[in-house]
């Protein structure tokens, strides 16, 4: 589990592998921004999970496309062998 995000009314979003969940916290709106200033923040987990959604479909399309490429490239190599140099 990481953290993904968090909201100043005390809430932080965690990312435990499948989807977000919310986490309530007893601090206050500035011991928020001291603490977790370096994640995003997030109006309500709707939003949080909105981009927690967009992300994830786009580090897929970005993983789909390396193996079209991959598989691409194959495609090509294997295109390119015959049997006269696979005897040499």
């Known amino acids: ?5 968090f909201n100043r009314k005390g809430f932080l979003y965690i990312d435990n592998g499948n ?17 977790y200033c370096t994640l995003m923040e997030y109006d309500n ?3 949080a999970n909105k981009a927690y959604e967009a992300r994830n479909a786009e580090s897929w399309y970005k993983e789909f496309q390396h193996q079209e490429s991959m598989l691409n ?3 090509m ?3 390119l062998l015959d049997e006269d140099s696979l005897e040499e």
Do not use: R
Not at 19 to 35: D, H, P, V
């Open 1 to 5: 589990m990481k953290l993904f995000g």
């Open 19 to 35: 989807n977000l969940i919310s986490q309530q916290t007893t601090s206050g709106e500035s011991q928020m921004l001291n603490n």
């Open 45 to 47: 987990l709707d939003a």
């Open 73 to 75: 490239e194959a495609s």
């Open 77 to 79: 190599y294997m295109g």
